[in-house]
């Protein structure tokens, strides 16, 4: 009876144990891409370019460099992290053509 308790007791606990949930910034999970960009052939098949990012962390010297150069456009504070987005333009190549795309690129920063 005692082994029946203890083995249920430690299911119940490992079951217990989450991870921390993701956090949204922009209204999209950070490990999600979002927003609507040009549909395009890639190697033959479709491809559509998502117009907002996955959250990358990067060093916190790249988000203090981008801050003095006024180029964020938005942050919010999530915890030890300062998360941010950058609008850049990037080139993207279907099979049969290009196109600009404008991205907001989403960081994270671990403050110091």
Do not use: W
């Amino acid at each position: 009876m005692k082994r029946s308790l203890v083995a249920l007791t430690a299911l119940v606990l490992a079951g217990c144990t989450t991870s921390p949930a993701p956090v949204v910034f922009l209204n999209t999970p950070e490990m999600e891409e979002s927003g609507r960009g040009p549909v395009g052939l890639i190697n033959g098949k479709p491809c559509e370019i998502k117009s907002l990012t996955t959250v990358s962390e990067v060093p916190y010297a790249k988000y203090v460099r981008a801050k003095r150069e006024d180029r964020i456009l938005v942050e919010e504070d999530h915890g030890e992290y300062v998360y941010y987005a950058i609008q850049e333009q990037r080139s993207v190549h279907f099979d049969d053509a290009s196109a600009i795309v404008d991205m907001n690129a989403r960081y994270k920063s671990r403050r110091p």
